[in-house]
């Protein structure tokens, strides 16, 4: 017999990340190999593009971890968009994820209204496509080989 509760507790939160992460170690060697390492941190990485008035232009928020750069967020403001400055935000960040944290591949999501012909041109293929993820939205899975 069980009580399920419900609501935020963030100390079971904490706990039962904590048993998960213990519970995928014992059951993956590449994991297991991860632990102790460099790699199995997970580090931010996080870009910024400041104007002439030190006003936010775009920025690009992410983190590495297990040789991979997650980018979590790419935003230009609209005056800048189609000026290159996310394409050189998403080089900039693959250019530092590669030489100073020795990640060979990258992977984002993106809605099928955002930019998934943007990552496709800048060498990401699609790998995963969840339709009606929100409803009448699709949002795709792009990963890239870095290097």
């Not at 963030?10 to 991860?34: I, W």
Request: charged share 30%.
């Amino acid at each position: 017999m069980f009580r399920i509760e419900t609501g935020v507790d963030r100390e079971f939160g904490k706990l039962l990340r904590s048993r998960l992460r213990d519970a995928n170690t014992a059951a993956s060697p590449v994991l297991r190999a991860l632990r102790g390492t460099p790699g199995e941190r997970e580090l931010p990485l996080q870009l910024w593009a400041l104007d002439e008035r030190d006003e936010l232009a775009g920025g690009l928020v992410g983190h590495t971890w297990a040789t991979w750069l997650h980018v979590t967020y790419l935003w230009v403001d609209g005056p800048h968009r189609g000026t290159g400055l996310g394409s050189h935000l998403l080089s900039r960040a693959e250019q530092l994820a590669h030489a100073e944290r020795d990640c060979r591949h990258s992977r984002l999501e993106t809605w099928d209204f955002q930019a998934p012909e943007f990552y496709k041109k800048r060498g990401y293929e699609v790998v995963c496509e969840i339709p009606d993820y929100p409803p009448g939205v699709t949002e795709y899975t792009l990963t890239k080989r870095l290097g």
